[in-house]
């Protein structure tokens, strides 16, 4: 019953925080705001964010040809077509459960290609450790390259706050990590002697990518993903006169804040925009722009993935009715 609860909860809160964000911002502007804002979506260009999609669309047709090369390094082979359309199929569960499209990708594999669940779910999760720390090193090229601005707006969150206090919580901080990574390195608690055995596994799934005959080719496919991915949100800033003079410096900052809404939301649903609107307005772009440039990228990106992860539900049995 607790698991059951547990598992309706994760999937209705992000819905629910989506919706309240989306509520909250919409009842936050006013009439003359709010037609301002419907301007935008007119007047935008959408011949960018056609380009932004077809940037889109090759940033996930590399994640499905990168995928091969994880499975033939365990001894399967599976289809580009199939890969293709299990990645489609990843993205509209996310949009969905949330984390439900690793499963899937996982199971579409299983059912078509005879490929053990595990095996193939392992290599999912070795890709997502290797885009993790892709997506820190993006984090650490905006903080290098807006840390005047980001400084600015982080001393200003905290110029109320007294320096002792800052103080004392940021050694009391300090003393709970080293805690913490004592506990985790001498405890002999089941629970954590079971996450040191999945961290283990993870390493070890990550690591095994080095030792592939194909680690170089797998490297570019990941480097044109994730190109692909900034490509895609640099395309979409040309759709608005008031985005379109952004630097890419800003760009890179404002894709990393983008990427972490979506990671940590129900596929950035309501998030999103308030994120994107959030960070452009450090740089002068006005809430309403903003908050429409948000929403156009948003909802784009989620009619591909809507239009495209149903397709592939579709032609999944078709295209494979031998198996």
């Known amino acids: 019953m607790k698991k059951k609860i547990s598992k309706t909860l994760s999937i209705l809160l992000p819905i629910l925080l989506g ?3 989306t509520v909250y911002t919409y009842n936050s502007f006013t009439p003359e705001q709010l037609e301002e804002m419907k301007s935008y979506f007119r007047n935008a260009d959408y011949t960018y964010i056609a380009i932004a999609m077809f940037f889109g669309l090759i940033s996930h047709g590399a994640r499905a040809y990168r ?3 994880m499975l033939e390094h365990m001894g399967y082979k599976s289809p580009f077509k199939n890969n293709f359309m299990a990645v489609w199929v990843a993205y509209f569960m996310n949009m969905t459960i949330p984390r439900s499209g690793e499963v899937s990708r996982a199971l579409v594999l299983k059912k078509y290609e005879d490929i053990p669940f595990d095996k193939a779910f392992g290599s999912i999760i070795a890709e997502r450790v290797v885009d993790f720390i892709l997506l820190l090193l993006f984090i650490g090229v905006a ?3 807006q840390f005047d601005v ?5 001393s200003d969150l905290f110029k109320d706050v007294p320096v002792e206090k800052m103080l004392i919580y940021g050694a009391i901080s300090i003393l709970l990590f080293i805690a913490s990574i004592l506990l985790f390195i001498y405890s002999k608690s089941k629970w954590i002697l079971m996450i040191k055995v999945k961290i283990s596994g993870l390493t070890e799934g990550v690591l095994s990518i080095w030792k592939m005959k194909t680690k170089w080719p797998f490297f570019f496919y990941t480097a044109v993903i994730w190109v692909a991915y900034v490509l895609t949100f640099y395309a979409a800033i040309f759709a608005l006169e008031e985005t379109s003079g952004i630097s890419f410096g800003v760009v890179v900052t404002a894709f990393v804040i983008g990427s972490l809404a979506i990671s940590f939301s129900n596929g950035g649903f309501g998030v999103f925009p308030v994120a994107i609107a959030g960070i452009l ?3 002068g772009i006005s809430k309403e722009a903003g908050t429409a440039f948000g929403w156009i990228i948003w909802t784009s990106q989620t009619v591909m993935i809507i239009v495209l992860g149903g397709l592939s539900f579709l032609l999944l049995p078709i295209l494979n ?3």
Do not use: D
């Open 143 to 145: 903080i290098i390259l």
């Open 67 to 69: 995928w091969k090369y």
């Open 19 to 21: 919706v309240f964000l």
């Open 281 to 283: 307005a450090l740089y």
């Open 321 to 323: 009715r031998k198996k």
């Open 150 to 154: 980001l400084g600015l707006y982080v």
